[in-house]
C-alpha cells in the first residue's frame, strides 16, 4: 500500500487538480491520499475536504519539511510516495511506482523518478524545460566528492540519462520513500527552505549504503512550474539557504555555484591590464561557462536560448546569496541557543 502524501501551504489554486489526477490513478495497487495543510490562510481546507483524502490541519506554519515528517507519522502504507501540490501525475505514477518497487531488494530504501513541465507558454516555463531545476544528483556528487568534481559537475553537467540506477537523492516532487527506513533513519528536516530530500537521502545512504536510492527515468510526474521568472530566482535562493544551513551543521565541502564568481575575480585581475577586455570577458563569460544552451539551440530549442546563459548566472547568483542567508541563519540560531532564554 501507498501513503501520497502532500504539504501544501496556500495550494488552493492547483490543489484540487493534483488531487483529481490521483482520484484517476489505473493502478493495480492500493493507496491513500494524505494532505497536510500548513495552516493556509486560503481555501486549501476546503479543497482538500473530499472523500478520497485523509485531510490534516496544522495549527500553525511551519514549514515543508514538517508537513512531511506529518505525513510520515500518520502514513498507513509501507510505502510513503511524495508530490508537490502544484503537481499533476499521470494515471500510471503509482502503477509505475509499485512495479519499480517490485523490482528492487529491501536494501534500496528510496525510489525516485523525473520532473517535466506541464507547459511551456511562457519565457521561464521554456527556460525550466532547458534547466529543469528540480532534478536528482548523480550519485558521484556526494557528501565525499571534492572541490574539483564539483566543479567539474558544474561546468559540463552529464547528460540526461534514461537507465536505472543509484544515485545521491532523488527530488522531493516525485518520490517515495520505505517508511519504515524513512521513520529509523529520523525523517526529514523540519528547518525551513528546500533540500528535504537530501537531509533523508543521507542518513539513508549512511545506513544502507550508495545503492539505496535508486532513480526509474520511467516515472514521470509533470510539474505547474509558475509563469514568471521570478519564481525561478526565488526557487534558487531557497536552495541555497538550505545548503548553507547543511553546510554549517555538517562542516563539508559548502554547496556554492563557484563559476560567477571565478569568472568575477578573472575579470577583475583582468582589469588590471585592459578595464575594456575585462567588461568582455564578464559579459561573454555566460556563453562560456553553460555552453549546454548551444546544445539546445542546435537541436530544435527556442532561439530564446541565447538569453538562457544569463539566466543561469541569475539563478547561480540567487544560490550564492542564499547560501550567506542560510549560514547566517543557522549561525545566529545556534548563538541563541547557546545563550538559552532570556531571563
Known amino acids: 500500500m501507498f501513503s501520497v502524501v502532500i504539504g501544501t501551504f496556500n495550494g488552493a489554486g492547483t490543489l484540487g487538480v493534483a488531487l483529481g489526477a490521483l482520484e484517476a490513478q489505473v493502478t ?3 493507496y491513500e491520499i494524505l494532505v497536510v495543510n500548513d495552516a493556509s490562510t486560503d481555501s486549501t481546507a476546503a479543497v ?20 512531511l515528517n506529518v505525513g510520515l507519522a500518520e502514513a498507513g502504507g509501507q510505502f510513503m510516495a511524495m508530490m508537490d501540490d502544484d503537481c499533476v501525475p499521470p494515471p500510471e505514477w503509482i502503477q509505475q511506482l509499485g512495479l519499480a518497487w517490485k523490482s528492487v531488494g529491501p ?10 513541465p506541464i507547459e511551456t507558454d511562457t519565457f521561464n516555463r521554456r527556460y525550466v524545460a532547458f534547466r529543469r531545476p528540480l532534478s536528482h544528483q548523480e550519485a558521484e556528487i556526494n557528501e565525499d566528492a571534492g572541490i574539483w568534481t564539483r566543479l567539474l559537475y558544474q561546468f559540463s553537467p552529464p547528460r540526461m540519462r534514461l537507465d536505472q540506477r543509484p544515485v545521491y537523492f532523488t527530488v522531493g516532487a516525485n518520490m517515495s520513500v520505505r517508511v519504515d527506513a524513512a521513520r529509523d533513519a529520523g525523517g526529514f528536516t523540519d528547518a525551513s527552505g ?28 509533470r510539474h505547474n512550474f509558475d509563469a514568471s521568472l521570478r519564481d525561478t530566482f526565488r526557487r534558487s535562493r531557497s536552495y541555497g ?29 583582468v582589469a588590471v ?18 555552453r549546454r544552451w548551444f546544445q539546445w539551440l542546435k537541436s530544435g530549442g527556442s532561439r530564446e536560448a541565447i538569453f538562457y546563459p544569463y539566466i543561469q548566472a541569475g ?11 542560510g549560514v547566517s541563519r543557522e549561525l545566529r540560531s545556534r548563538r541563541q541557543l547557546s545563550q538559552g532564554p532570556p531571563r
Open 315 to 325: 539563478e547561480e547568483i540567487f544560490n550564492n546569496v542564499g547560501f550567506v542567508q
Open 194 to 221: 528546500a533540500g528535504e530530500e537530501e537531509s533523508l537521502a543521507r542518513p539513508l545512504r549512511s545506513r544502507f549504503g550508495p545503492q539505496t536510492i535508486q532513480l526509474f527515468p520511467n516515472i514521470i510526474m
Open 241 to 269: 539557504r538550505s545548503k548553507g544551513r547543511d553546510w554549517v551543521r555538517d562542516r563539508d565541502i559548502p554547496t556554492i555555484a563557484p563559476l560567477i564568481p571565478i569568472a568575477t575575480l578573472a575579470a577583475a585581475v
Open 48 to 67: 482538500a475536504t473530499r472523500p478520497s483524502v485523509r485531510l490534516i490541519n496544522l495549527e500553525r506554519n511551519q514549514g515543508h519539511g514538517h508537513t
Open 107 to 116: 536494501d534500496v530504501t528510496m525510489i525516485g523518478g523525473l520532473v517535466e
Open 28 to 30: 493495480e495497487f492500493t
Open 273 to 290: 591590464v585592459s578595464p575594456v577586455f575585462s567588461a568582455l570577458l564578464l559579459i561573454f563569460s555566460p556563453y562560456v561557462l553553460y
